[in-house]
């Protein structure tokens, strides 16, 4: 699911991963903070 | 803001056009949501996906499923002109999640309509866009989270009881293939 930061890299395997808004830009998630 | 094709007197979240005429209020909608306030945000091509843990049934996917088609196909009635670049749609996604089938019903309605038709859709992550929620919000042409939202990803979850063992089988197997659906987008 566009899970670009290799830190961050998650296969869905069904552990939840959580996100804050910088962390989302950063893997990818989403294209800008407002 | 970097990489906004928008004009930039407008902001993300907020459409240009007149939102004046209540006079054709689908019923609809009432049934479903029954506030003023969103038929009105609806009629401006603003829609909310909010879900509680009790919205079991998916409702606020499909309300926004059935909103978001019926916003597209009746542009250019009064003058609107919604889901072009000009004049995004809005998604604000405040949702716990709910029914993978549903989240998926709304992701890939709204792919169609961008591969197919050109629609111009944000989606912006407001408090939560979790599970099903998270999903809805990759699909915008445009994806956006306010500075304190929080977003949570995982794999399909499913319960397995009530039937025989083949039956659970073969559920394990349909929902392998919708969590390997899942990892690709």
Same mark, same amino acid.
Do not use: W
């Given at each position: ?11 869905l ?7 804050n808004a910088?962390e989302?830009?950063k ?5 800008e *903070?407002? | ?15 240009r056009?007149?939102?004046?005429? =209540? ?6 909608i ?18 909310y ?13 499909? =309300?926004?499923?059935?909103?978001l088609?019926?916003?597209f196909?009746t ?14 749609? *809005? ?13 998926? #019903?709304?992701?890939?309605?709204i792919?169609y309509?961008?591969k =197919?038709?050109?629609? =111009? ?22 994806r ?9 990803i995982?794999? *399909?979850? #499913? ?14 197997? #349909?929902?392998?293939?919708?969590? #390997?659906?899942l990892?690709?987008?």
């Amino acid at each position: 699911m566009g899970i670009k930061h290799k830190d961050l890299e998650l296969e869905l395997a069904g552990n939840d991963k959580y996100f804050n808004a910088q962390e989302a830009l950063k893997c990818g998630l989403i294209d800008e *903070v407002i | 803001m970097k990489n906004l094709s928008r004009s930039k007197t407008s902001s993300p979240g907020i459409s240009r056009i007149n939102c004046s005429d =209540y006079s054709r209020l689908n019923p609809d909608i009432r049934s479903i949501r029954n506030s003023d306030t969103d038929i009105y945000l609806a009629r401006c091509g603003i829609l909310y996906l909010e879900s509680l843990p009790t919205d079991a049934n998916g409702e606020s996917f499909n =309300y926004v499923k059935h909103e978001l088609t019926r916003i597209f196909n009746t542009r250019n009635e009064d003058g609107n002109s919604l889901g072009i670049e000009e004049s995004p749609i *809005v998604i604000y996604i405040n949702s716990l999640g709910g029914p993978v089938n549903d989240a998926i #019903a709304l992701y890939d309605q709204i792919m169609y309509l961008r591969k =197919y038709y050109g629609l =111009y859709l944000h989606t912006i992550a407001q408090g939560f866009a979790m599970s099903g929620g998270a999903l809805i919000l990759q699909a915008g042409t445009k994806r956006y989270a306010t500075s304190n939202s929080i977003l949570m990803i995982h794999g *399909v979850q #499913a319960e397995y009881g009530g039937g025989t063992l083949k039956e659970a089988e073969i559920d394990l197997e #349909a929902n392998k293939k919708m969590n #390997a659906n899942l990892i690709k987008i």
